[in-house]
């Protein structure tokens, strides 16, 4: 029997089990192999989101070093630094 807003009593909308299963994905994929699907989806929530905050805070952090890491590289310098060599003799081409 449906409910007069068109859910069922129980079951997850599906908004919210495209949250869920991202999550799932992104903590397995980015989870340097630590984890596995059926792992991550039997994770009490709490665990699940606590795991989730924790990988993204730390490539979060990796990607904020590198752009300051990227920035400070490019002001530094931005032209090939060349030898000061001035050639004793000078040439002229062949006449043909």
Known sequence: MRSRLGLTFFGLTSDYRQIVFSQIHEIVFHGGGGYSWP???????????FTFNKL?????????????????SKSESTQVARPNIKPAYTTKGSNK
């Open 56 to 72: 993204k805070a730390h490539f979060d952090n990796e990607a904020e070093a590198y752009e300051k890491s990227n920035k400070t």
């Open 39 to 49: 792992d991550v989806y039997n994770m009490p929530i709490w665990l699940r989101n």
